[in-house]
Nanobody, 124 residues
């Protein structure tokens, strides 16, 4: 299972770091992605990182503001979010790709395992 933490309330322009921790022994073999979902909107790709951490991708809105990283020894993936905007308000989910040693794509359907989500609220 995946467990997210680090969400909360932050003012616009501020920063937050989300964590996604796994208890699976094969954690380092799989892509981990972050998605987000705002009320009334579809789930949106934020970023992903390959099992070894050498391949990374971001949604357009995240480029230059968000940074994804992982520490496989701690079985944790991080999402550093800077210069937060009100439109970043959403529930943020981490998800594990379904194919080992492969950079999964940006579609939610490619990620069979999900955390419960953590709320990020950005106030003006």
């Amino acid at each position: 299972p995946l467990v997210e933490s680090g969400g909360g309330l932050v003012q616009a322009g501020g920063s937050l770091t989300l964590s996604c921790t796994s208890s699976g022994r094969t954690f380092s073999m799989y892509t981990i992605a972050w998605f987000r979902q705002a009320p009334g909107k579809e789930r949106e790709f934020v970023a992903h990182i390959s099992g070894g951490g050498n391949s990374i991708g971001y949604g357009d809105f995240a480029i230059g503001r968000f940074a994804i990283s992982r520490d496989n020894a701690k079985m944790t993936v991080y999402l550093q979010m800077n210069s937060l905007k009100r439109e970043d308000t959403a529930v943020y989910y981490c998800a594990q790709g379904g194919k080992p040693n492969w950079l999964s794509d940006r579609l939610p359907s490619s990620y069979p395992s999900w955390g419960q989500g953590t709320q990020v609220t950005v106030s003006s």
